[in-house]
């Protein structure tokens, strides 16, 4: 099965190679390789609708959360709509401040070794 990704995670990838410490940041167009060939050639690009994405900042709001929490929310979405069974996420704490659906199981890659 490939991975499913939400479309707005090839912008945060983007953004975080684009900005890391000077000793390992990638140039844009070495950026968008990469992710052309580890990202977009490999994975299920998911896309949420306006409601959706409307829905999702009204939690997000209702719960008090701030900040990265809504593309935590919008990850989640995504995952709810393509029926995935697991998330995986260097970010366990934040994701489970949202109603994930019990089939989907969240885990760590750290989890993983």
Do not use: W
């Amino acid at each position: 099965m490939k991975s499913l990704l939400l479309h707005i995670a090839l912008a945060e990838v983007y953004s975080v190679l684009t900005k890391l410490p000077v000793a390992f940041r990638i140039p844009p167009e070495m950026a968008v390789k990469l992710i052309e060939s580890n990202i977009i050639n490999k994975c299920q690009l998911v896309d949420l609708t306006y409601t959706e994405y409307v829905e999702i900042i009204n939690d997000v709001a209702y719960k008090n959360l701030v900040s990265g929490a809504i593309f935590d929310g919008f990850h989640v979405k995504a995952a709810l709509k393509a029926k995935v069974n697991r998330i995986y996420t260097n970010n366990l704490r934040d994701f489970k401040k949202f109603d994930i659906a019990e089939r989907i199981v969240l885990s760590s890659p750290d989890l993983m070794h």
